[in-house]
């Protein structure tokens, strides 16, 4: 089955333009935020805050909190200490990991994107004005010749457009991906990241996870280096630097130039003097 974390928002207008004003207005504001599933913390003390218009990646190993940490700032589960702050009415958007979903799940790509709005229904059926605004955000995402075709026979950058085009069609104000290019290959990825520029560019707030250093993460404006707390937040040459690296992955890393581009890569590990003998 499909789930969804989208906060539905009525009225099936799909508007990326968000309002002019401060450029700095915080929508979401997490303060010594800490969470622990009734066990050892997963989160500790994490201060992170989101404005209109971020484009922020969070990167960190396996196990050190990214998606818990989205699904914090989403609001689908609580601190056990700290505070995350929305702003009132904020309409927020999950892209989940692909490989969570059930894909036999017997939907067409115009079914599935409609269902991010099944709570506001009426009726099940998608009536005309909604299938009209389903359209529109399918063509903004190069989705629309796939309209009817069934989930599971989507390629994997198509599934991630779905998704998007799920969080769009609530008119969410920021949307939040858990490693949206796992599993891609390098051109599908790089498709992947400059839909989502293009959308950021649009007006459109974003917040993801990955583990691509390189593919994503170099490219990205803020990066947020993450292992249960926060390591270092700030642009890439702030943060892609090997002790804040070691910091947050427990292990030597170089960052080479290659092309004009920051390349990170594992440092070897020394050779002993014994090792050598």
């Known amino acids: 089955m499909i789930q969804d974390q989208s906060t539905p928002n009525p009225g099936p207008t799909i508007d990326l333009r968000q309002p002019q004003g401060n450029a700095a207005e915080t929508l979401i504001e997490a303060a010594s935020l800490s969470v622990d599933y009734g066990g050892p913390e997963v989160l500790t003390d994490v201060d992170l805050t989101v404005e209109r218009g971020d484009l922020i990646g969070i990167v960190g190993p396996s196990g050190s909190g990214k998606s818990t940490l989205l699904r914090a700032l989403l609001g689908s589960i609580d601190p056990s200490r700290g505070r995350v702050d929305r702003t009132p009415g904020l309409s927020v958007g999950l892209v989940p990991q692909v490989e969570n979903i059930d894909w036999d799940f017997p939907v067409t790509v115009t079914e599935c994107v409609g269902m991010a709005r099944a709570l506001g229904w009426r009726s099940p059926w ?74 950021n560019n649009d007006g459109l707030t974003v917040v993801l996870t990955t583990h691509d250093l390189n593919g994503i993460a170099a490219h990205l404006p803020t990066i947020v280096c993450l292992n249960q707390r926060v390591v270092a937040a700030g642009n890439p040459d702030e943060v892609l630097v090997p002790h804040v690296l070691e910091q947050t992955y427990g292990s030597p890393m170089e960052i080479l130039e290659h092309g004009g581009m920051r390349v990170v890569v594992d440092s070897p590990r020394p050779v002993k003097a014994a090792e050598s003998a």
Do not use: C, W
């Open 126 to 199: 998608i009536n005309k004005k909604e299938r009209a605004a389903i359209t529109d955000v399918l063509e903004r995402l190069g989705l629309e010749g796939l309209a009817q075709r069934h989930i599971r026979d989507l390629s994997g950058g198509q599934q991630q457009r779905m998704f998007l085009a799920r969080a769009l069609y609530t008119n969410a104000s920021v949307i939040f991906l858990d490693e949206p290019t796992s599993g891609l290959d390098v051109k599908t990825r790089h498709d992947v990241l400059h839909l989502l520029d293009d959308l």
